[in-house]
């Protein structure tokens, strides 16, 4: 029996201690009539050889295409010590530090992750991480309505040039909660969120405003003036950025006048594989102001009984384990060992590697867009872009897509999925993993594509 | 375990030091414009490769882990985390697949998933299994969401409570909020069953729903489940299933069999993925025949041609919607699909045997040796609970005590104050996975502690001893928070330009 100790001998003797005659007899409370039909469902077991063969079989049968889907998620060098540290078992086998002076390796690590965290975003304070961005994002504006306590509306501004499943997420997760989400339209020829946009709320009781930098089509926003619109009403803005790009743009907190109020994001760029979708993590970051009213868990420095310093979870008067029905959210868990691996990724990167990291994103995909005009495909917004670009394929974009899949290539995400008004587009991604034959393969069997 | 004092890794950066073989090739300067730039580095540490490495490893040896330690964590199924589970989810087709890949190149992945989904359906007894919710809490959300999407499609909008039992993971009324409902507690009897006249008191034409956790939280199992199921039924309200408890009874009785409208499954407690030091989890939902039209998308489906693909809102126009970017977390998932198929359907029947087996067994040394039992006449499940009641008032002897006086001994300890209807309590899981030696060293070490509560309570009071700290002062840190750390003011890194630590 896999991963069960137990010898024969043991069995009689632990029976015979409890004064049972057989296993079968600790059972003897549940009724009868429920017993659970033999499984025929399930398969019989296989050894380590035997899976290891079927699932190689599997990881192996979609073969290695040449990605360039962003999206949301994004392919980056992610450095062997990462995951080979973050999977040793004293990280991977060990539960939330609820026993501090046991989880010592953990705490000082989280701690350390707030604090990376808080820096690249600019803000004073961060939790130790939730789900994914996008339920960080549901999060967030759930924070922002119990921060605003001027307002009565419960209505947040939501760009139209947000990741349109961020969206879907918050409607799912906060839809019973009686907020109303507004959505402000993108220009159609620069893909930003104009100021103006904003006009037609000036008179509105407006509860929170919701900036993604860079937007979903990579698109730089003007996040001066959309923050100094939002703090000219005190409405508290949620910034929602990419942590690799941040190496580079001006961070949340200098934004506007003062900075935005809430910070979140996919972190996934810092070190967490493609893979499938996740496990990732949501970082959300705060002004000490707002702190209580943050979801999560938090982990602050401590003097113990000796007076040495170390790591424990804090203000857990917020959380569901204490308050029940009266918790800033349902959440328990954070992404653990994805911070774990997160934080061994910035400390591999640092300032440096992670600027240079940026800024070959910014170069890849600035040369494919270049290679691409000269065979006539062109960006469908003017504005300035960081590593995603929505390209004009001039329609049939799904056609063309699976094309060049077949070519090898997965040339990026189709936007007409959820922008009709963008049919025929295509938003592309290209980051430093990638290098001038991967662009040549690209446009090639773009052409192909198109030819066909 | 390593108790020696250590450094931040911001305290061992030094300006100029870096990871060099990690950074990509330098390109020439972006023409961002000049007021969407960053003006100052972020601060990020500055060292070496071996600095990082011997860091984390180092602080990796400050934890208490299931690969180091005896984990009994009541509610938390610390059981082993087979190592072939986390290397065949790494196997780099797995790693590298990107979520919105065409299903002409996911077949692999898809299918996986797909099987996935039906193993969990069979086990559970459910007529169908999503796979996207990322945690056990957000698993509830999804149930619960899904049971008020049925009573409002049915115009039954008057139906505002969830009825939760006393001794529920606090989870429970939360999620209970977060979907729009009032709470109703109601209490549990002597016995540690749910208290029939109350919930008969409590149901009505207001009852959305009651949120059940079989076995309960107080380690044994809910004997009149189908007179509960029968009584919500019949006053149009639904049944929730929290399975964190799935362990006790897999492959001996199915949620679906006892009238669950919906469950999770904390995949991480019962399909061993692993904890990972509070997450990630997965909380995949099972649904009955009821709900089925409002699960969450995407869902894996077959596509009439032999393959797999994705459905999305198109597919199921009445779906509560999408609760993270992509599809959960697949990489747990996978772990999962690993660790059901090494066990197979006999496996996985040994599972719960051995897990009962295990906490009956150390309940009945553990009363031996002289601790109170909080409900001695019933069969402990997977897990049972000791109550220091007497011990508390006769040498002061707490829960809380106990726990960190294990923590000298070597062993982590059990849940403490949970549930919260049993004073001074310790919640104890086994697992299937520890040996007979390992139980009987940690009734030793109990009977250890209990012996020195007797002539000295003051050690125990002070304890740990053994570890990289003693007690914490919670409550001073929680007034004078520091959250992020902040540089020495004459060494301060992070305020230097960032056009001069790079080139």
């Not at chain 1, 077991?45 to 192996?60: D, K, P, T, V």
């Not at chain 2, 330690?69 to 059981?79: A, D, I, N, V």
């Not at chain 2, 040498?395 to 923590?407: E, H, P, Q, S, Y």
Request: glycine share 10%.
């Amino acid at each position: 029996m896999p991963f069960i100790p137990h010898t024969e001998e043991d069995i009689r003797s632990m029976l015979e201690s409890i004064g049972a005659d057989s296993v079968e007899d600790l059972f003897d409370e549940i009724p009868a009539g429920l017993r659970a039909p033999p499984l025929d469902g399930i398969p019989e077991g296989l050894n380590e050889m035997g899976i290891s063969r079927l699932m190689q079989e599997r990881a192996a049968r979609d073969g290695m295409p040449s990605n360039f889907i962003g999206a949301g998620a994004y392919e980056h060098h992610i450095p062997a010590a990462v995951w080979q540290i973050a999977t040793r078992g004293e990280y991977y086998s060990a539960y939330t530090p609820y026993q501090a002076e046991a989880s010592q390796g953990t705490l000082q690590l989280i701690y350390e992750y707030q604090t990376m965290m808080a820096r690249l975003t600019g803000m004073e304070a961060s939790n130790a991480s939730l789900y994914d961005g996008a339920s960080a994002l549901a999060e967030a504006v759930l924070m922002a309505v119990r921060v605003n306590r001027r307002s009565k509306s419960k209505r947040v501004l939501v760009p139209g040039a947000l990741n349109p499943v961020y969206r879907r997420v918050i409607d799912t997760l906060i839809g019973n909660q009686g907020i109303e989400l507004i959505e402000v339209p993108f220009d159609e020829t620069t893909g930003q969120t104009p100021v103006e946009a904003l006009a037609a709320h000036a008179d509105d009781d407006i509860t929170a405003m919701i900036i993604s930098q860079p937007n979903f089509f990579g698109i730089l926003e003007d996040v001066d003036g959309l923050t100094g619109w939002a703090e000219e009403r005190e409405v508290p803005v949620i910034g929602v950025v990419n942590p690799v790009s941040l190496a580079l743009l001006k961070p949340p907190g200098e934004w506007g006048g003062n900075g935005v109020d809430i910070v979140v994001g996919e972190g996934q760029p810092l070190g967490a594989p493609l893979s499938s979708g996740g496990p990732y993590f949501g970082f959300m970051t705060t002004r000490k102001k707002h702190i209580r009213q943050m979801p999560g868990r938090i982990v602050g420095r401590a003097e113990d009984a000796d007076g040495k310093s170390g790591f424990v979870l804090t203000l857990q008067a917020r959380e569901q384990h204490i308050r029940r029905s009266k918790a800033t959210s349902n959440i328990c868990t954070n992404q653990g060992l994805v911070v774990t691996a997160a934080t061994i990724h910035m400390s591999m990167l640092g300032d440096e590697g992670l600027t240079r990291v940026a800024e070959a994103c910014y170069a890849n995909t600035h040369a494919l867009v270049e290679k691409l005009a000269a065979k006539g495909i062109k960006p469908r917004f003017t504005g300035e872009y960081f590593h995603e670009v929505a390209l004009d394929f001039g329609g049939d974009a799904a056609g063309q897509l699976q094309a060049m899949a077949d070519a090898g290539v997965l040339a990026g995400h189709d936007l007409g999925r959820d922008y009709p008004a963008l049919d025929g587009c295509v938003l592309a991604c290209v980051t430093e993993t990638k290098n001038e034959n991967d662009l040549e393969q690209y446009v090639a069997a773009c052409e192909k594509a198109r030819a066909a | 375990m390593n108790t020696t004092e250590t450094k931040l890794i911001f305290e061992h950066s030094h300006a100029g030091r870096s990871a060099v073989a990690q950074a990509p090739q330098a390109h020439a300067a972006t023409a961002i414009p000049a007021h969407l730039r960053r003006k100052s580095a972020p601060g990020l540490p500055a060292a070496s490769e071996l600095d990082v490495v011997r860091h984390y490893t180092r602080l990796s040896q400050k934890n208490f882990s299931i690969d180091t330690e005896f984990y009994p964590l009541g509610s938390c199924t610390m059981k082993y985390n087979p190592r072939a589970c986390n290397s065949l989810a790494m196997l780099p087709g797995f790693l590298n697949r990107h979520p919105l890949a065409p299903a002409s190149h996911s077949q692999g992945f898809l299918q996986t998933m797909y099987e996935l989904q039906e193993m969990l359906r069979e086990v559970t007894g459910m007529q169908d299994v999503s796979l996207a919710p990322m945690a056990g809490a957000q698993g509830e959300f999804t149930g619960v969401a899904m049971i008020r999407a049925y009573h409002d499609a049915r115009g039954d909008t008057e139906r505002r409570e969830i009825i939760v039992p006393d001794a529920a993971h606090g989870t429970n009324p939360a999620t209970a909020i977060m979907c729009g409902y009032e709470v109703r507690e109601i209490p549990t009897d002597e016995t540690g069953d749910v208290n029939l006249e109350a919930l008969k008191e409590a149901v009505g034409p207001q009852t959305a729903g009651i949120m059940l956790t079989n076995p309960s939280t107080v380690g044994v199992f809910e004997r009149r489940i189908e007179e509960i199921a029968k009584i919500v039924h019949d006053a149009g309200g639904l049944l929730y299933y929290d399975g964190a408890n799935l362990n006790a009874i897999l492959g001996k009785v199915r949620p679906g069999d006892m009238g669950f409208d919906v469950i999770h499954m904390n995949l991480h407690k019962t399909f061993s993925t692993p904890h990972g030091g509070g997450g990630p989890g997965s909380g995949a939902v099972g649904v009955g025949e009821r709900l089925l039209p409002y699960m969450p998308v995407p869902h894996v489906e077959q596509d009439g041609q032999g393959g797999y693909r994705l459905a999305d809102e198109a597919d199921r126009p009445e779906t509560i919607g999408r609760l993270s970017a992509f599809m959960g977390n697949p990489g747990v998932l996978l772990r999962a699909y690993v660790y059901m198929r090494m066990l197979g359907r006999e496996g996985m029947v040994r599972v719960s045997e051995f897990a009962t087996l295990n906490a009956n067994y150390l309940a009945r040394e553990l009363k031996a040796a002289g601790f109170d039992l909080a409900y001695p006449e019933r069969r402990a499940t997977h897990e049972f609970i000791v109550t220091l009641k007497k011990q508390a008032k006769e040498t002061g002897l707490t829960a809380g005590d106990v726990a960190k006086r294990l923590l000298d001994h070597g062993f982590h300890a059990p849940t403490t104050y949970f549930p919260l209807l049993v004073p001074e309590c310790l919640l104890v899981e086994p697992t299937e996975s520890e040996s007979k030696e390992t139980l009987d060293a940690f009734v030793e070490a109990m009977a250890c502690i209990l012996a020195e509560s007797a002539d000295d309570i003051d050690t125990i009071k002070s304890s740990p001893h053994n570890l990289p700290n003693r007690r914490f002062n919670e409550v001073a840190a929680a007034k004078a928070l520091d959250l992020v750390y902040q540089e020495p003011a004459d060494d301060s890194a992070d305020a230097q330009p960032r056009s001069g630590t790079h080139g």
